[in-house]
């Protein structure tokens, strides 16, 4: 099974703050890659779909890049709204894979 | 509207068993194929089991051999029977849809504990 390796764990971060977030597969996943972001006590929201593709609604100030096994999703200017947990996931093929979570924090 | 409802969750000793479902509404079911995704509390999101549109099961090895998802096309219905339960498999455990994992449900939490 792919492993999805994501880092870092977790960050603290201020308003208007450029933040990125990486995730590594252990093999190459044919760029689907997506992110989601999740709030306490909320259902994960999708952002970006295979590696780069802004998912309908969602701020320009996310994007994601990379492909292969790198991958990134950064914040272009970190908003009050945006301090949640961030998840990368290998939509490639069964068994999908999730990266273990970023908790970006206010500093 | 595309809707997913989980239910059938609670509180299970270890070593049991529990049978969630998720009723599906707003497309046409029997074309997508459906997933389970838990989250430990206070932990990440973990993809558990899948079901394609042939019948075909995927499991992730935590659950393999103890976790079987079926479906019934009929009753627009995703389900996932549970045995063998440990505290491990205590999370809330959501449905989602296709490979793109969008829309989600909210979710019915299963506690495991004596």
């Known amino acids: 099974d792919i492993q999805m390796t994501q880092s870092p764990s977790a960050m603290s971060a201020s308003i208007g703050d450029r933040v990125t977030i990486t995730c590594r597969a252990s093999q190459g996943i044919n760029n689907y890659l997506a992110w989601f972001q999740q709030k306490p006590g909320k259902v994960p929201k999708p952002l970006i779909y295979a590696a780069s593709s802004l998912e309908s609604g969602v701020p320009s100030r996310f994007s994601g890049s990379g492909s292969g096994t790198e991958f990134t999703l950064t914040i272009s200017s970190l908003q009050p709204e945006d301090f949640a947990s961030y998840y990368c996931v290998n939509h490639d093929s069964y068994p999908l894979t999730f990266g273990g979570g970023t908790k970006v924090e206010i500093k | 509207e595309v809707q997913l409802v989980e239910s059938g969750g609670g509180l299970v000793q270890p070593g049991g068993s529990l049978r969630l479902s998720c009723a599906a509404s707003g497309f046409t079911f029997l074309n997508h194929d459906i997933s389970w995704v838990r989250q430990a509390p206070g932990k990440g999101l973990e993809w558990v089991a899948a079901?394609?549109?042939?019948?075909?099961?995927y499991y992730a090895d935590s659950v393999k051999g103890r976790f079987t998802v079926s479906r019934d096309n009929s009753k627009n219905t995703l389900y996932l029977q549970m045995d063998s339960l440990t505290a491990e498999d205590t999370a809330i455990y959501y449905c989602?849809?296709?490979?793109?994992?969008?829309?989600w449900g909210q979710g019915t939490l299963v506690t495991v504990s004596s």
């Open positions: 989602t849809k296709d490979h793109s994992l969008y829309p």
């Open positions: 079901i394609i549109t042939s019948g075909v099961a």
